[in-house]
T-cell receptor, first 113, second 114 residues
């Protein structure tokens, strides 16, 4: 069974500052890793995913994440955030069968002007 | 851009009543899912569905729950006799294929059981 821990429930940051949202996972098998974003009153939208290959993954809206197998982490980063990035961000894993996603508790990113 | 839609956006029901939550997945997708999020808790997997069969279900998905694809476009989640603890946001998702394929999520149905 897999589990995901998002260490920060809320991250406040000023506009144009860099941000890192942390995600650690636990699994006895190889996994795929995902970051989803949820804007108010909307569904979950995929930001990026790691399946294999390069450990640095680039996604939409200028976000990127780095897979670190030894630390079982998949932290999300953006070098300069905008007000419009204010949302809740979810880290998720699936096993290689890909049949279901296991989510973390989510991190609310609040970007202040 | 194609999207997953869900109706209703908010459903209020009395404990013990049956509810049906409806979803229209993206038209060429073959795999369908239901997840739920109780207020303040994680998004949890309920069930996956492929080729008119349940592929996998979680411990939450007990005999009170059922899923159906009654026609070529809808995918429904039925809760037979609702309990207070069924109050949650229910998300439908669909994907074109398994493994490496993005699951596209709908906006959710907020179910309130009184």
């Amino acid at each position: 069974a897999q589990s995901v821990t998002q260490l920060d429930s809320q991250v406040p940051v000023f506009e144009e500052a860099p941000v890192e949202l942390r995600c650690n996972y636990s699994s006895s098998v190889s996994v795929y890793l995902f970051w989803y974003v949820q804007y108010p009153n909307q569904g979950l939208q995929l930001l990026l995913k790691y399946l294999s290959g390069s450990t640095l993954v680039k996604g939409i809206n200028g976000f990127e994440a780095e897979f670190n197998k030894s630390q079982t982490s998949f932290h999300l980063r953006k070098p300069s955030v905008h007000i419009s990035d204010t949302a809740e961000y979810f880290c998720a894993v699936s096993d290689l069968d890909g049949n279901k996603l296991v989510f973390g508790a989510g991190t609310i990113l609040r970007v202040k002007s | 851009e194609p999207e997953v839609t869900q109706t209703p956006s908010h459903q209020v029901t009395q404990m013990g009543q049956e509810v049906i939550l409806r979803c229209v997945p993206i038209s060429n997708h073959l795999y369908f899912y239901w997840y739920r999020q109780i207020l303040g808790q994680k998004v949890e997997f309920l069930v996956s569905f492929y080729n008119n069969e349940i592929s996998e279900k979680s411990e939450i998905f007990d005999d009170q729950f059922s899923v159906e694809r009654p026609d070529g476009s809808n995918f429904t989640l039925k809760i037979r006799s609702t309990k207070l603890e069924d109050s949650a946001m229910y998300f439908c998702a669909s994907s074109e294929a398994l493994v490496s394929n993005e699951q596209f999520f709908g906006p959710g149905t907020r179910l309130t059981v009184l």
